[in-house]
């Protein structure tokens, strides 16, 4: 059973930046890895994903031309590059695993390998 272990949250001002990160206990290739965000009193939402191996990515809406994902081969490492954040960027992030082989990155697939997730808190 794979392990997702998540870091780099934290609280910047409006415009700042963060890093996440999301590392994998095993090799994954060809698998879609994900981020989600939850924040209080909302429902969870798909932030971004990419094809492991394959660098194929999707992103929401809400986060596209800010946010950029990556995935590390050599270290099983999935990185969230958040730029230019908003004060509705602050919620819970969650890094998740789909299983099986995924050959297009989406954002519905059935995740069901979770981190434990990490704070972020974007002031304005």
């Known amino acids: 059973q794979v392990q997702l272990v998540e870091s780099g949250g934290g609280s910047v001002q409006t415009g700042g930046s963060l890093r996440l990160s999301c590392a994998a206990s095993?090799?994954?290739?060809?698998?879609?890895m994900a981020w989600f965000r939850q924040a209080p009193g909302k429902e969870r939402e798909g932030v971004a994903v990419?094809?492991?191996?394959?660098?194929?990515?999707a992103y929401a809406d809400s986060v596209k031309g800010r946010f950029t994902i990556s995935h590390d081969s050599a270290s099983d490492i999935v990185y969230l590059q958040m730029n230019s954040l908003k004060p509705e960027d602050t919620a819970m992030y969650y890094c998740?695993?789909?299983?099986?082989?995924?050959?297009?990155?989406?954002?519905?697939?059935?995740?069901?390998?979770w981190g434990q997730g990490t704070q972020v808190t974007v002031s304005s």
């Open positions: 998740a695993l789909a299983d099986g082989y995924c050959h297009v990155p989406s954002l519905t697939l059935d995740y069901k390998t």
């Open positions: 095993r090799y994954v290739y060809r698998n879609c």
């Open positions: 990419i094809v492991t191996g394959g660098g194929s990515t």
